[in-house]
């Protein structure tokens, strides 16, 4: 007789390795105190592991170097959040900057705009993920990498960015298609704007 633990095993590996879950994707084959006992059953044969408070993640193994268990990044964990609570989120700070090339520094505390709620979390054994409700401008960008320039660049401050961080970022713009990147100019501040500008100016 097929058991839960089969059943969730079974699902989990049609959505292949790497996938972040939650409990309640589950709740088709049985009662949530069902289900959770099933997964610590499936976190204790290492199948599973948890990434944060009732968050789950089928991983990706690691065989031809030896690495073992590979963990998911919080942006993975962060969009899976985001996916199941049908809200958007926008990285800023020192992870932007990161996403960018413009810093090697590795944040442990993460802070996402969103427009959802507030709300902050620990993931993979100690970062910190804050979720901070913004206003729906903030995070009406159609332009992934005109958002990451904004916010990363508002965490420095206009007297704050170098001019090999400005050249880096006119690099990243000029393999960017210019109309893609001008859609978004009004939701930038415009000393920002300014600096995306002279990118193409500059071409």
């Not at 049609?14 to 009662?31: L, Q």
Request: proline share 4%; charged share 25%; hydrophobic share 40%.
């Amino acid at each position: 007789m097929e058991t839960i633990e089969d059943k969730i095993l079974e699902s989990l590996k049609k959505c292949g390795r790497g996938t972040v879950f939650f409990p309640d994707k589950f709740a088709r084959y049985s009662t949530s105190a069902n289900i959770r006992k099933a997964l610590e059953i499936l976190k204790a044969k290492d199948v599973i592991i948890n990434v944060a408070r009732g968050i789950y993640c089928y991983p990706k193994i690691d065989k031809a170097l030896g690495l073992g268990v590979i963990l998911p990044s919080v942006d993975d964990i962060v969009d899976a959040i985001a996916k199941r609570d049908h809200i958007k989120v926008v990285p800023t700070g020192v992870h932007a900057q990161n996403m960018l090339g413009l810093s090697t520094q590795v944040p442990m505390n993460y802070v996402f705009l969103t427009n959802g709620y507030s709300k902050s979390l620990t993931v993979l054994g100690n970062i910190q993920v804050k979720f901070k409700q913004t206003s729906p401008k903030n995070i009406s960008f159609q332009n992934k990498l005109a958002m990451l320039i904004t916010y990363a660049l508002r965490d420095y401050g206009q007297d704050n960015v170098s001019a090999d961080q400005i050249e880096h970022i006119h690099s990243l713009l000029r393999q960017e298609p210019r109309e893609k990147v001008l859609k978004d100019l009004a939701l930038m501040p415009v000393w920002i704007r300014n600096i995306v500008m002279q990118a193409y100016e500059q071409k």
